[in-house]
């Protein structure tokens, strides 16, 4: 299926921009006219997914990410974060709710907060060439008046 909208965005992975990035979405996603809490919804998985790829796929280092958002004719929106860091050995055990590969300093919950707050996600990886996070949101659709 053709998105009928989308939309790049391409960001230093500077933790200042994760919030950015959450804005440019959601102004983004506006056209579809979701609930608050559909727009926080998604912008609580785009912080999730773009501080990943600050904290664990560049870890110390600076690198790009790359953003893509698709607005679909059945009220779905997809989102596309992906990064050319480090990537993920095993996605299985990362996707594990309190796994963190930085037990010190992160809780390990960012893979299961963006799944509880979209209708499905996705991770592809290949360790030392980067992740890519696909999330898809239906949007519920209302009647004007």
């Known amino acids: 299926m053709k998105a009928l909208n989308e939309m790049k965005l391409t960001l230093e992975s500077r933790s200042v921009n994760e919030g950015y990035a959450r804005v440019a979405v959601s102004a983004f996603v506006a056209s579809l006219d979701p609930t608050v809490e559909e727009l926080s919804d998604i912008k609580?998985?785009?912080?999730?997914?773009?501080?990943?790829?600050?904290?664990?796929?560049?870890?110390?280092?600076?690198?790009?990410?790359?953003?893509?958002?698709?607005?679909?004719?059945?009220?779905?929106?997809?989102?596309?974060?992906?990064?050319?860091?480090?990537?993920?050995?095993?996605?299985?055990?990362?996707?594990?709710?309190?796994?963190?590969?930085?037990?010190?300093?992160?809780?390990?919950?960012?893979?299961?907060?963006?799944?509880?707050?979209?209708?499905?996600?996705?991770?592809?990886?290949t360790p030392g060439k980067g992740t890519t996070v696909t999330l898809l949101k239906k949007i519920e659709s209302r009647s004007q008046c």
């Open 44 to 125: 609580t998985a785009v912080s999730e997914a773009v501080t990943n790829c600050i904290v664990h796929g560049y870890r110390d280092t600076m690198g790009r990410i790359y953003i893509w958002v698709g607005i679909f004719a059945d009220n779905s929106v997809k989102i596309r974060i992906r990064d050319r860091g480090c990537g993920i050995a095993d996605i299985r055990q990362a996707m594990e709710p309190l796994y963190t590969s930085q037990p010190d300093e992160r809780a390990g919950l960012g893979f299961a907060v963006m799944q509880s707050f979209c209708d499905k996600l996705t991770v592809r990886s």
